[in-house]
């Protein structure tokens, strides 16, 4: 609540307000460049660039939009974004196709229960943070990802 009034009397120096400044300059960086974006590593220097010019709050600068859909719109253009939600959507429908084709088997629901249970909670951080711009999260996202799909294809062969 401190955060939201801070916010309303025009003071983005807090994570509310910071996350407001950058996901409005990655929008309007998006808009810019929506074919390609800006490329990596480059949204701070925009970003300070933005704030000195006075089209976005000033707030400390940061090296990304803390959000995984802004990111890659602004720093990869319509191409990233398509990649990005390609790499959300495809492993949840993968989970949901086999968490639907177990319907009366509760044990085999279990690990397609998991997998769209990684994909909805890394879409649902991502929204406040990049997490496919930090090394460790999309490694951990590829790496669960991929040993539940193994998992269930295993179990699949096992049982066939």
């Known amino acids: 609540a401190s955060d939201i009034q801070q916010v309303e009397i025009s003071n983005y120096g807090n994570s ?14 998006f808009t810019d460049n929506p074919l390609l974006g800006i490329g990596p590593a480059r949204f701070d220097k925009k970003f300070a660039e933005m704030i000195s010019a006075g089209d976005v709050p000033k707030t ?62 890394f879409f649902l951080t991502g929204l406040t943070n990049s997490n496919f711009d930090l090394q460790i999260y999309s490694t951990t996202y590829a790496v669960l990802v991929c040993v539940l799909a193994q998992l269930i294809l295993f179990e699949q062969r096992r049982t066939a």
């Open 16 to 29: 509310i307000g910071a996350r407001l400044s950058m996901w409005r300059s990655a929008w309007l960086i």
């Open 60 to 121: 400390e600068i940061f090296n990304q939009p803390h959000n995984d859909i802004l990111n890659a719109a602004s720093t990869g253009g319509v191409l990233k974004l398509l990649a990005y939600l390609l790499l959300m959507f495809g492993p949840f429908v993968f989970f949901y196709k086999k968490y639907q084709a177990n319907k009366n088997d509760l044990d085999k629901r279990m690990l397609p229960i998991m997998g769209m249970q990684v994909v909805v909670g």
